[in-house]
């Protein structure tokens, strides 16, 4: 139980372009969704978090007109990178917490995105 | 200073070795921890959480020590397969239950 299926797994864009994100939790309502990103050799770094109905909440330095949180229902949240460019290149990660114990975390497999 | 930070790697051990991490986190209403392995280019996935009192699952025994805002894990007689990155995550009361996580330490085991 407790899956998120994010998607895609991999794209390759081109600068300037938007590209959108999904993670979709199959079978709970996810009320929280974090996003995370990971540079090579690197740990996670939260990007944002996003609760169902309202507006995200981003960590001190991330563009919030660059990387674009909905999360319009209990089920899908959604990450939009907008003119992207090479250093946004990095594995975008969404973990939602379900209902389910003091330790309900479920990730994504990860998105690996190479903007050229 | 990072909010929870880990040993510096790559730890290279033989199979059958003990290998210990360390991590310690700066943040003292931290209320959960927990140590998530992450292969490469895959989601992070959950190893175990980690108890004031320690506890252990099968060849691995985690440890935290709240006083010094420590927390520990032993890897007894490594296999193979357990070669990954092991990150170090806390998770604080006070800031909407977001996970923060350790850079990670890798871990190689060899034949």
């Known amino acids: 139980g407790a899956v998120v299926s994010q998607h895609p797994s991999w794209v390759i864009c081109k600068s300037g372009t938007s590209v959108k994100i999904e993670c979709r939790s199959l079978d709970f309502q996810a009320t929280t969704m974090f996003w995370y990103r990971q540079f090579p050799k690197q740990s996670l770094m939260l990007m944002a978090t996003s609760n169902e109905g309202s507006k995200a909440t981003y960590e001190q330095g991330v563009e919030k007109d660059k990387f674009l949180i909905n999360h319009a229902s209990l089920t899908l949240s959604t990450l939009t990178v907008t003119s992207a460019h090479p250093e946004d290149s990095s594995f975008y990660i969404c973990s939602a917490r379900y209902i389910g114990g003091d330790y309900g975390y479920t990730f994504g497999s990860g998105t690996r995105l190479t903007v050229v | 200073r990072k909010e929870v930070e880990q040993d510096p790697g790559p730890f290279n051990v033989p199979e059958g070795a003990t290998v210990a991490f360390n991590c310690t986190y700066s943040?003292?209403?931290?209320?959960?921890f927990f140590w998530y392995r992450q292969d490469c280019r895959k989601e992070p996935k959950l190893l175990m959480s980690?108890?004031?009192s320690g506890n252990e699952d099968g060849r691995f025994t985690a440890q935290l020590n709240r006083a010094s805002q420590y927390i520990s894990l032993l890897i007894r007689d490594s296999k193979l397969s357990d070669s990954a990155t092991y990150l170090c995550v806390v998770r604080s009361g006070n800031q909407g239950g977001k996970l923060i996580f350790g850079q990670g330490t890798e871990l190689s085991v060899k034949p």
């Open positions: 980690v108890y004031s």
């Open positions: 943040n003292s209403a931290s209320q959960s």
